[in-house]
């Protein structure tokens, strides 16, 4: 099993030398003491461009990691694709704003 989900954009360069140190000073834990860990570079609706960008008002949450680099923990990951999250509800499309929502639901 894996400690974490890591999404990137096709475009986005991943240097491992500064991810792994990264991990090292946020001391991530490995599965299973990982709980409800959701990281990255955070944004909030005003970064987005709220309030000229209506689609910033579809935010259910103060911060989103932003697309181009963001990880969960393994039980967030099982919670956004199970039964339990209401995705049809805090769906749209922008896909990191998206899993936000469903992170923090």
Known sequence: RFDYI???DSDAVLYPYA???MVQRHHLQP???NPLVYG??????????FPEHD??????TPTYMGG???????DLADYITGPDCPRSQ?????EDMTTGNYVYS
């Open 68 to 74: 181009a680099f963001y990880f969960l923990s393994i």
């Open 6 to 8: 890591v999404k990137t």
């Open 55 to 60: 689609h910033c008002v579809h935010l259910q």
């Open 90 to 94: 805090l769906f749209f499309p922008h």
């Open 40 to 49: 990255g570079s955070p944004f909030d609706k005003y970064m987005c461009g």
């Open 31 to 33: 599965y299973p003491n």
């Open 19 to 21: 991810f792994f140190d």
